[in-house]
């Protein structure tokens, strides 16, 4: 048999402690600091447009729409949410958005649109440490990396994948306590913007942004695109140490071949074994000024050997400026970026970056940006609880969190001259509460 029942009862009663969290945290209240009011004829604040859309990934939905079609009638059953359309949230997205530039390489002559979003990505800052994510006496590690993202929207030009789609670039943080990374500066870039150009430009507006905030830098780790003159100066202008993949080339290959086998030496990191040396002397780029390169080489499984070499390794250099750290520990520690190129992965299929809501690049932007706060509200929201409810991890992802905490029946009541939330569960929200 089948019981049907009136109740106001919302298959999310775990979100209830979400939106308190967000607003005890002090987010909803710099958000509408920082951004300002909205015209005085639109009745929700851009707080309640952030919340709303923060609502659609907290509870298990991957796209903007969701909330018309699925959460709508669940959300109005949470205590001070004032719940808004899809509209409402894309209208906002557009109002939040920036003027895209267009620019010509004047050798290529390809054209080039970047759309960077100041106000935004001051945000995304502010809201770290506003949650104390991020700390002014404290010295951090930052990743740079650029992520081919795939769609067919109205401007999207076509990228080295052969696909149609963006190029955007970000900058992101490890927590020292989590390791987790966490994105502080997002730049927009169409598809046919290749990692490298105007890199320089790009970095200098990241550093700026930090800067301006009180977030020190201490090292700086990036790939292979990251390896120009230019690049490299600017990171030393900010008195950081970096640690840049080098590309190889004919005079890396000579040197590599000159190393004596008596000064590899084995290591094993995780479970992959290779074996290390370094170059103190390497002058990069035609320059006058040395630096240390750090030399891995891992067995090739066919066998092929290496020409210059006659060895059959594969070889990775990085190029650094840290003179004190062992070979080992250089190596170790660029290989941790793995975990910022884990974020694309966080962003694609936990807040909604495979499907990209709008037309255009500068509108695109915005919602990455957007999108970035609520990663970082999230990685604050499950190291919070987790240090309460010993059913949560730190290291949860989303779909999990969703499954053990958001998806709890709940009612609210009023008893005793008070609304109480009646949780259907065996288990223990009231740590929370403390």
């Not at 301006?212 to 090292?219: W, Y």
Request: hydrophobic share 35%; charged share 25%; aromatic share 12%.
């Amino acid at each position: 048999k089948i019981t049907n029942s009136s109740e106001k009862i919302t298959p999310f009663g775990g979100f209830n402690f979400v939106i308190e969290s967000f607003k005890n945290s002090g987010l909803s209240m710099l958000i509408d600091n920082h951004l300002g009011s909205r015209v005085k004829t639109v009745g929700f604040s851009y707080s309640d447009i952030f919340i709303n859309h923060l609502a659609v990934y907290l509870n298990g939905g991957d796209c903007t729409e969701d909330i018309n079609d699925h959460l709508r009638g669940h959300l109005k059953n949470v205590r001070g949410m004032r719940v808004c359309s899809a509209d409402t949230i894309l209208r906002g997205i557009k109002e939040l958005a920036t003027d895209t530039l267009f620019m010509e390489n004047p050798d290529s002559r390809v054209k080039h649109s970047f759309n960077l979003n100041p106000k935004l990505n001051d945000l995304l800052i502010k809201g770290l440490i506003q949650t104390e994510q991020l700390k002014t006496d404290i010295f951090y590690d930052l990743d740079y990396d650029n992520q081919v993202q795939p769609t067919e929207k109205y401007d999207a030009e076509k990228t080295y994948k052969k696909t149609n789609g963006y190029q955007p670039g970000i900058a992101s943080i490890s927590n020292p306590e989590t390791g987790q990374a966490m994105p502080v500066y997002i730049e927009g870039r169409n598809g046919n913007s290749q990692a490298k150009y105007l890199q320089e430009e790009t970095l200098e507006r990241v550093f700026s942004n930090l800067v301006n905030n009180g977030v020190k830098m201490g090292r700086f780790r990036a790939d292979s695109a990251s390896y120009q003159k230019k690049v490299i100066e600017l990171v030393e202008r900010q008195d950081s140490l970096f640690y840049i993949r080098a590309k190889r080339c004919a005079k890396m290959d000579g040197m590599i071949g000159s190393i004596a086998k008596g000064d590899w030496k084995k290591i094993r990191l995780g479970t992959q074994e290779m074996e290390v040396a370094d170059i103190y002397e390497y002058f990069p780029f035609g320059g006058e000024k040395p630096y240390r390169l750090v030399i891995s080489r891992v067995k090739r499984k066919d066998y092929q050997t290496d020409i210059f070499s006659g060895e059959a390794y594969t070889y990775r250099g990085i190029l650094t400026s840290d003179s004190e750290s062992s070979n080992s520990e250089v190596v170790a520690f660029y290989n941790a970026r793995g975990q910022s190129e884990c974020l694309f992965d966080v962003m694609n299929n936990d807040f909604g970056w495979a499907k990209m809501p709008c037309s255009f690049l500068s509108e695109n932007t915005a919602f990455m940006i957007m999108t970035a706060i609520y990663a970082n509200f999230y990685s604050y929201l499950i190291a919070e609880y987790s240090k309460k409810l010993s059913w949560l991890k730190p290291n949860y992802r989303l779909k999990k969190f969703i499954f053990r905490f958001i998806t709890v029946s709940a009612k609210w009541i009023r008893t005793g001259r008070k609304h109480v939330l009646k949780l259907f569960t065996q288990k223990d929200y009231t740590p929370l509460l403390t």
